[in-house]
């Protein structure tokens, strides 16, 4: 096993995986923490799994595939009114669910990148 061993690394065939090598080997993997920042429960799927986010609360969620996560919310908080938006983050991080003070409807909300998620 030994002399097997030394003629493939002569080769150049065994090389040691780093932990990054092995990170993108596998496809990767990232963080990602929502937060609500509203008064209201907000109902979301993220990658076709449903929940609800209090007001004051946050979750984290890690991606095994690669740094992409779908969710899917109700951008109008009104119980009799429902109003679908889709976002593929993309790029890990902290989101935080705010008021849209970009519109005059005041029960608006969206979701917003506040800052990436630090890698240790």
Excluded: H
Aim: charged share 20%; aromatic share 14%.
């Amino acid at each position: 096993m030994l002399t097997n061993q030394s003629c493939l690394e002569s080769f150049g065939l065994i090389e040691e995986l780093d932990e990054q090598a092995t990170e993108t080997i596998s496809g990767g993997y990232g963080f990602f923490e929502i937060e609500n920042k509203t008064v209201c429960n907000i109902p979301y799927a993220i990658d076709g799994r449903t929940g609800t986010l209090a007001p004051a609360s946050a979750n984290i969620w890690t991606t095994y595939s690669g740094d992409e996560l779908n969710i899917e919310f109700d951008t109008d908080v009104r119980i009799d009114y429902i109003k679908f938006k889709k976002y593929n983050l993309a790029d890990g991080g902290v989101y935080e669910f705010q008021n849209n003070l970009n519109t005059d409807n005041p029960y608006d909300i969206d979701l917003y990148s506040v800052e990436p998620i630090p890698l240790f």
